[in-house]
């Protein structure tokens, strides 16, 4: 939307925790304005969805106030473990972000396409997005307007949408932040559940370090090498979302193929992370024996 293309943008790297390398970005920030470049706007995540982690948003928020950069954070589902009691500290510093991004119609299990974007500066929201004043058929309905600041038409691209934030509004009047919070807390209860499952098994691995809600694993029998271990695992994959009533996904984390249980559902039971345990070890004896 932007425009300005896939070499404005710097990858940095990241720890064995999946975190931003902090020392790299400042280097990368200190090398492009060497270059004559100017860096502008610092991005974390809370909850990644690879691995679920978070970025230190606080040591962020700092790099960013110290370079005088716009620091944004995608929230997508992550930034609702700001709700539950024992893992609202991974947010700590999302309060300082200039935009936040999140979306309603994963983690709330609201209805699908609801997301939202949430900025500081109402000016320079109303500054980057405002265009009907030019417009001769529009004229009139604008200067009707009380507050041009708070007239949605003003603060995103379509004039012509769906009046979603409704869904959102009786929602949260209807079920609350003390339900929400409950059921965010049940989900992280329950992944932690399935990783001590996994780490108590000795044909199951961990892959990734289980932050809030997403584990990243793979069945690794004894003996097999890397490449049978991608194989059988991506075997796995497929068997499962064919015949299971719900589905897990798969993914890779320096070049590690591993299967991904990421818990949003409000439905989930803690007997199901047992099935799950149960049918991810089945398939995979069943597939090693050519069953």
């Known amino acids: 939307m932007l425009g300005l293309g896939n070499e404005s943008l710097r990858k940095i790297p990241t720890d064995d925790n999946c975190m931003i390398k902090l020392r790299d970005l400042e280097n990368a920030i200190q090398e492009d304005r060497e270059q004559d470049y100017h860096p502008f706007c610092v991005i974390g995540c809370a909850g990644t969805t690879n691995s679920g982690s978070f970025d230190d948003l606080e040591a962020l928020a700092d790099i960013a106030e110290r370079e005088d950069m ?43 396409g609801i997301g939202c974007t949430l900025v500081r500066d109402r000016l320079a929201h109303f500054s980057t997005f405002v265009y009907g004043h030019e417009a001769e ?15 949605p038409h ?13 869904k959102v509004y009786m929602l949260l009047r209807a ?20 990783a001590k499952l996994i780490e108590g098994d000795d044909e199951l691995e961990l892959t990734a370090p289980v932050v809030s809600n997403v584990v990243c694993f793979r069945f690794k029998p004894i003996n097999s090498d890397e490449t049978e271990t991608e194989k059988l695992n991506r075997l796995i994959s497929a068997e499962i979302n064919k015949n299971a009533f719900w589905m897990i996904s798969d993914t890779s984390i320096n070049d590690k193929y591993m299967l991904r249980a990421c818990n949003v559902n409000h439905r989930t039971k803690t007997t199901d992370m047992d099935f799950l345990v149960r049918e991810v070890k089945e398939i995979g004896h069943r597939l090693l024996n050519g069953v």
Request: positive net charge; proline residues 2%; glycine residues 4%.
């Open 154 to 166: 003003n603060l995103a691209l379509p004039l012509s949408r769906n009046f979603s934030s409704l």
């Open 137 to 151: 058929y529009l004229k009139s309905a604008f200067e009707l307007s009380e507050d041009q600041l708070s007239n």
């Open 70 to 112: 716009w620091f944004h954070v995608d929230g997508a589902f992550g930034a609702w473990v700001k709700l539950s009691d024992t893992h609202r500290h991974l947010v700590r510093g999302m309060e300082r972000a200039d935009s936040l991004a999140v979306d309603f119609h994963k983690w709330m299990n609201m209805p699908y």
């Open 175 to 194: 079920y609350g932040r003390k339900k929400y919070s409950r059921l965010i807390q049940q989900n992280l209860d329950q992944i932690n559940y399935l």
